[in-house]
């Protein structure tokens, strides 16, 4: 079985569950889902008597391909027939649970949560979890970023390492959101992804200043997803953001200069793009606009009624008798 499979033409995340599958099913479903989006591997429940459970995020990209998943404690096996078929791929794995175990040419490795191991797909594997980030990267395109890679592999990388905790929330963006819909900008992605992935691997210098751009458009990518999910809260702040990404709320307002933006400036604009779908809802017309304000983080009425109609062109009360 060769881990060079078509990448879905959309790129979109696919989800699974076991959650609404007979039990008998569960595990042949998941092995088989596993092989086809990511990796063959045999996998074997530790607790063989209990019902298997497996939720799980699986996407492709033109080189890259992430699985994130969480299931009843497991043993998975890269076998000598599956290693055979191999393309030379580097396996990344990080452990998001309590702990796991790596074994691979005779040695094994305890990966506490967060911490991280670079294994070969064309050799023998061994690998125990409940709860991990899998990333499947081209051998060339790392071994071009660090010196000696096959010195570099097989080695653990602790979670403290800036680059490798970047690359996993960076990735988890890419997964929530998804990826970009033009080639050029997935291309982008994908290029960042190596560099961190090379960058918490153990970059060579000539790859470190390119590599720290990568960092830059990561951080940014998360940030911009932290206030994705916080906007409507009233008391955000560039101070909160920051210090929740480890970064400096100078850092930060520079992330959003280069694009364009300031960081007040972006949470209204997302503010005003939600008040504006709530205000032209069906059941908007029957909510004061007070409390649409409110739902959309705005804590003053008056500055909000001054912002709407700056950028809209009218005020809340005139588009919504529009609609």
């Not at 955000?236 to 709320?249: D, H, K, S, Y």
Request: aromatic fraction near 6%; proline fraction near 6%; charged fraction near 25%.
């Amino acid at each position: 079985m060769s881990n060079t499979r078509p990448v879905p033409a959309d790129f979109a995340p696919i989800r699974f569950s076991t959650s609404a599958l007979p039990e008998r099913e569960r595990l042949p479903r998941w092995r088989e889902e596993f092989e086809r989006r990511f990796l063959p591997m045999d996998i074997e429940p530790l607790a063989a008597h209990l019902p298997f459970q497996a939720e799980a995020v699986l996407q492709a990209l033109p080189g890259v391909r992430t699985v994130s998943c969480a299931s009843s404690a497991a043993r998975l096996t890269r076998t000598r027939a599956m290693a055979a078929e191999s393309d030379g791929s580097i396996g990344l794995v990080v452990n998001l649970g309590p702990k796991a175990t790596v074994s691979q040419r005779g040695r094994e490795v305890t990966l506490e949560a967060g911490d991280a191991f670079p294994m070969l797909t064309d050799e023998v594997a061994e690998l125990t979890s409940t709860h991990l980030f899998g990333v499947l990267l081209p051998w060339n395109s790392l071994a071009a970023r660090v010196s000696d890679l096959e010195a570099a592999v097989m080695r653990v990388i602790p979670r403290r390492v800036e680059a490798l905790r970047l690359l996993v929330s960076y990735l988890g963006v890419v997964q929530k959101d998804g990826p970009p819909v033009t080639p050029e900008l997935r291309q982008s992605v994908v290029r960042h992804i190596h560099e961190l992935a090379a960058l918490a691997i153990g970059a060579n210098r000539d790859i470190e200043a390119v590599g720290l751009k990568a960092a830059a458009a990561a951080r940014l990518a998360v940030a911009l997803a932290d206030i994705a999910e916080s906007f409507t809260d009233p008391e955000l702040t560039v101070e909160g953001v920051a210090r929740r990404q480890g970064i400096t709320p100078r850092y930060l307002q520079q992330l959003l200069q280069a694009l364009g933006t300031s960081f007040t400036a972006h949470v209204n604009e997302l503010r005003l793009q939600r008040a504006f779908a709530l205000l032209t809802e069906a059941h908007g017309a029957r909510r004061r606009i007070c409390d649409i304000a409110m739902d959309a983080g705005f804590s003053d009425v008056t500055h909000f009624n001054r912002l709407f109609r700056a950028r809209f062109g009218e005020s809340p009360r005139a588009i919504r008798a529009r609609q």
